[in-house]
């Protein structure tokens, strides 16, 4: 890897630049002791090494009123119950599906009654469970109009900076609805707002919902990547990266103006310690932590 790229390690050391995609022919064990099913292409595991240390069982957890974490130590998602169904953000990994659901029935919920699931970008890792989770509860998946392009196909979007590593995961074959930033998604008791974050992905959407408990309600943005990485031979600072750069730019000032309460990040690492962050400024701080790490990484290249 050369030198630049220990840019992409932007938080807390962290390298997040995704392995080439593999099978795992053992159906490694995820978390709530579910195997994925080897023999259905749903959920065939992917990701080698990297998936299984994402794929740390955790358990599930509320974080705050109607809003809990049902995901990994590695991978965040979210549930939303509204009263009049639940919500998903996010699918992690193929074979994390079953997994997943069993943490919803781990906290009394049915997961028959997940309506949506949402989608933060169309990368393997956030995306690669949502065929599976759409097909075994019947939800509806959300996405922005660029990120349910990537959807459809289980493939890297032509201009994505991380095209040159390669890989697929499956492809949504059920029904995709598409939001535009800032529409609301209403269900039940909640609110759910789609935030254009464009940079990682032209099509990343993160979302953003209130949570009460009696009268004390708070803010909850669950964020997608903001991390500027890509194959080593891709250049943020050429003219087909110019596109990112400015979605980059434009993602700070909305990470920047929200009300944060609470920030949870697809991986969950990335809002700082622990499964969440509740910090006053979460957002602020993940978005200059992204800003920093792309100004290094511009400099960087405009130097070789």
């Known amino acids: 890897m050369i030198a630049m790229m220990t840019v992409a390690a932007w938080l807390a050391g962290v390298q997040q630049m995704p392995l080439p995609i593999v099978e795992m022919p053992d159906a490694a064990m995820v978390a709530g002791g579910v195997s994925a099913a080897a023999d259905d292409p749903l959920t065939r595991p992917i990701g080698g090494a990297r998936a299984a240390e994402w794929l740390t069982p955790v358990l599930p957890e509320r974080i705050f009123g109607n809003s809990y974490l049902v995901g990994f130590a590695g991978l965040s998602v979210a549930l939303i119950d509204t009263g009049e169904g639940l919500v998903l953000v996010d699918g992690a990994l193929p074979q994390s599906a079953a997994a997943v659901l069993a943490n919803v029935r781990a906290l009394g919920f049915d997961p028959r009654d997940i309506k949506f699931i949402l989608s933060t970008e169309p990368h393997w890792d956030h995306a690669g469970g949502l065929a599976a989770l759409a097909r075994d509860t019947g939800a509806t998946v959300v996405a922005s109009k660029r990120g349910a392009e990537g959807l459809r196909t289980g493939k890297h979007a032509a201009d994505d900076p991380q095209l040159g590593y390669g890989g697929s995961w499956p ?134």
């Open 171 to 304: 492809a949504v074959t059920t029904p995709i609805r598409i939001v535009k930033d800032g529409e609301v998604l209403p269900l039940g008791t909640a609110q759910i707002t789609a935030r254009a974050t464009p940079g990682h992905t032209m099509g990343s959407m993160s979302w953003s919902w209130q949570a009460c408990e009696g009268k004390t309600c708070k803010e909850i943005v669950f964020a997608a990547s903001l991390n500027p990485v890509s194959a080593d031979d891709y250049r943020f600072s050429s003219a087909a990266g110019a596109p990112f750069v400015a979605g980059f730019a434009r993602s700070y000032r909305t990470m920047g103006r929200l009300k944060c309460d609470m920030l949870v990040t697809a991986h969950p690492d990335n809002a700082g310690d622990g499964r969440y962050n509740s910090t006053p400024g979460a957002c602020h701080a993940y978005a200059e932590r992204s800003r920093q790490a792309l100004a290094k990484r511009l400099a960087a290249e405009r130097a070789e």
